[in-house]
Each structure stands twice: as C-alpha cells, then as structure tokens.
C-alpha cells in the first residue's frame, strides 16, 4: 500500500440539464476511499475528499501516503477558496470573525443540492437589516422630508437594480457559487448576494458593521436622495 496513488474518479452525471447532480469518488488505489455528490463537479470532488480523508483518519484505510495526497486535496482547495474570500474582505472593508458566514453568502441555490444550505436566508436577513439601516440613514439625513418622500428615496435605493450594480461594482461575480455559470452575473443574483453578504456582516459583527458597509456601497444612490430632498426644500 505505500505505493498507493490517490485520484478523482471521471464525474458521473445526472439530472435535468437546468439542475444537474455530479457524483464523484476519490480512489486510493483500486479502492473506493470516498464518494462525493453536489451540483457542481468542484463541490462533489470537495465533497468526496473530505469523506476519504474522514475515513482514512479513522482507520478506513492505512496508507500514510493516502492520508497524506488527500489531505493535500483538502487542503488545497480549502486555501485556494480562503485566499478568494480573503481577497473579498478586502475589497468590502470587512474581516470577518466566521469567514463561513461570508461563504454561505455567496451559495446561490444551484450550487446546493439542500436549498437550505443557500444564501436565502442570510438575503432574507440581510434585506431586512438593508432596510432599517436605509430609513435610519434617510431619516437623519433629510430632516425636513415627508413620510412619503422618505419611501420614495428608499425604494430608489433598495431595489433589485441598484443592488445588482454594487454588487458588480464589489465584482462580487467572482465569488458567487451557483450551478449554472451564466447565472452568476444575472441582476436577481447579484442583488440577492448582495443582500446576504449584508446579512452575513450582520450576524458577524451586528447592525453597525452592516450599515457602515451599505452606506458604503448605496452611498451615491442615498446622496441624490439627499440632494432631491434639499433641492425640494
């Protein structure tokens, strides 16, 4: 066994072609080490490496060099997706205390075979927080401006299409996790991650930290509110 080559099986997949489901083995040797299935083949490889490693540190085989080449796998993808996130933090200012909140963020519902493991709920979370933040921002900053008017600005503000633009502007594009390539850059996408990146600096550090950051990407969308408040005045 201290020969053993450890490598990916070809992917099998299944499905419909707008959901697709790949199933993906690590091999050690002639053996099955262990078996992975997502809907994307980089997912199930993940997958499959983690339970090859889980297994081989348990026992389920006893080849340090098998232990050692799928660890390497593990690890490797692992750091190459933490540098990404990394590189994320610093273009939106944020570190963050559990990066795994920054990385459910960016799972579009393609890219999961479980819904509940996409960025759902943190968008849900985090168009929630948008929205307060927002009223609080415009409230203070238009002292004179009616209910009415203050609705207004904020509409202009929070909707899909401005989010989508920020997003693009943070090219968030680069990190979003979805099954199908050519949905990353769709605008109910982008808006969507957008919103649960917010919702993930929410949960991370709490409301301020999360204001501070949409001011900051909606900041010259609030400012012509501002300046249409002024110039009503």
């Not at 990385?103 to 479980?114: C, F, I, M, P």
């Not at 680069?174 to 990353?184: A, E, F, M, N, P």
Request: proline residues 3%.
């Amino acid at each position: 066994k201290r020969g053993m080559h450890v490598r990916y099986s070809s992917p099998r997949r299944t499905g419909p072609d707008h959901k697709p489901i790949f199933d993906v083995d690590v091999l050690i040797g002639d053996q099955v080490g262990g078996s992975g299935k997502g809907p994307t083949k980089q997912q199930a490889e993940q997958l499959a490496a983690r339970q090859a490693l889980e297994g081989l540190s348990t026992g389920g085989a006893t080849s340090p060099r098998g232990l050692m080449e799928v660890g390497a796998m593990t690890l490797a993808m692992d750091a190459d997706r933490d540098a990404d996130l990394g590189a994320l933090e610093d273009t939106l200012g944020v570190k963050f205390n559990d990066r795994s909140l920054l990385e459910k963020a960016l799972r579009h519902r393609g890219h999961v075979v479980d819904e509940v493991d996409s960025n759902e709920r943190l968008e849900f979370l985090g168009d929630a927080a948008l929205s307060l933040v927002v009223a609080e921002w415009l409230l203070n900053n238009n002292p004179s401006a009616l209910p009415e008017e203050l609705t207004t600005f904020r509409k202009a503000a929070v909707n899909n299409n401005r989010l989508a633009e920020a997003a693009s502007e943070c090219q968030l594009q680069r990190w979003i996790l979805s099954g199908q390539k050519d949905h990353v850059g769709k605008e109910r996408v982008m808006a969507g991650a957008m919103e649960a990146v917010l919702g993930a600096v929410y949960l991370d550090q709490g409301l301020g930290a999360a204001g501070i950051l949409a001011v900051k990407l909606l900041e010259s969308t609030l400012t012509e509110g501002t300046c249409a408040a002024g110039a009503h005045d």
